[in-house]
């Protein structure tokens, strides 16, 4: 199912990849996350959260499929590359500057960068797997 060129399934089901992985992900390190979150409990996040969260997913997604789309052809190599250098050049370095300013510990910047790493492979991944529209 496509509109005006973007198939609709493909990024609804990278949005879905990304957030079913951050739900792994950061089960998976609850306990270092909380530590280096300096948070003194477990995070319990409310329903709302959830929405947002998936709405950015979302937009993510569909985000990635214009950059894959303006790569030329849409393919599984492309797509997992443009998600990398997307990371590398946008994500990771924002995110560095950010904690470096918050006087965050080095380990929550490379727990939440390796979650948006993920993420964004994982999207590549289901994008790439759809072959674009």
């Given at each position: 199912?496509t509109i005006i060129g973007v198939n609709i ?125």
């Open positions: 199912m399934l493909a990024v609804l089901g990278a949005a879905v990849g990304g957030f079913v992985f951050g739900s792994v992900w950061y089960g998976a390190l609850a306990k270092p996350w909380t530590k280096a979150a300096r948070l003194t409990e477990p995070f319990k996040a409310r329903p709302l959260t959830f929405i947002i969260t998936f709405l950015c997913q979302l937009v993510m997604a569909l985000a990635l499929t214009g950059v894959i789309f303006h790569m030329g052809e849409f393919t599984l190599r492309r797509a997992l590359i443009s998600a990398v250098l997307l990371w590398g050049g946008f994500i990771v370095t924002t995110m560095i500057v950010n904690h470096r300013f918050q006087l965050a510990p080095w380990s929550l910047t490379v727990i939440d960068a390796g979650h948006w790493l993920g993420v964004l492979l994982v999207m590549g991944l289901i994008l790439g797997s759809f072959g674009g529209n």
